[in-house]
């Protein structure tokens, strides 16, 4: 039987993931390089110098506008660990059909319902995200839903390279 290039394309396994992102320093430099790849931006001026206060703020040194790093994404609000995002998103994506909260909940070590609802809240921006993806400008690229979802070499990319995983206002709480 053929194998399906797809489903056998190259990932990031468990190891190399923890390598990668499995300190809440090493998530939060993924955010920050993702969200400011060349420098700090005040979302409110534009301007480009800060300083950084405790509890992880940034204040803007033309408005003292302060903002943290996860402001305006997904992750805003969050009393959840980067690490557990990160993990979770990992998880996600590792599988054709996706991961049960019951599952996640298991892995994760947290509570059924806060599990469903970190997946849910993910689905829901990967959802638009291949929404985005089957625009018409996008047409020629429409792949069924588990393959943009199992994205895998992005599992956690997905975060530095597809903005929109934790970016565009999903600041639910
Ligand atoms: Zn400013």
């Known amino acids: 039987m053929a194998r399906n290039p797809i489903q056998f ?3 990031l396994s468990l190891p190399a993931f923890l390598e990668q992102y499995g300190t809440e ?4 430099a993924t955010l920050y390089q993702s969200r400011w ?9 534009g301007n480009t110098t800060c300083c950084q206060l405790s509890r992880g703020l940034y204040q803007c040194h033309h408005c003292h506008h302060q903002t943290s790093l996860t402001a305006g994404t997904i992750f ?8 557990t995002w990160f993990l979770a998103i990992y998880l ?10 019951l599952q996640l909940s298991r892995a994760l070590g947290g509570s059924y319902n806060t599990a469903w609802k970190l997946k849910h809240k993910l689905l829901q921006v990967m959802h638009e995200r291949n929404q985005e993806r089957r625009s018409p400008a996008a047409s020629r690229s429409m792949t069924p839903t588990w393959v943009v979802v199992s994205d895998r070499e992005s599992a956690c990319a997905a975060l530095s390279t597809s903005s929109h995983l934790y970016c565009s206002g999903r600041a639910n709480r």
């Open 37 to 45: 790849p060349k420098r700090f931006v005040c979302p409110e001026c």
């Open 9 to 11: 394309q190259p990932g």
């Open 76 to 83: 805003h609000g969050t009393h959840l660990a980067l690490t």
């Open 92 to 101: 996600l994506t590792q599988r054709k059909n996706g991961i049960s909260a």
């Open 25 to 28: 320093e090493q998530c939060r």
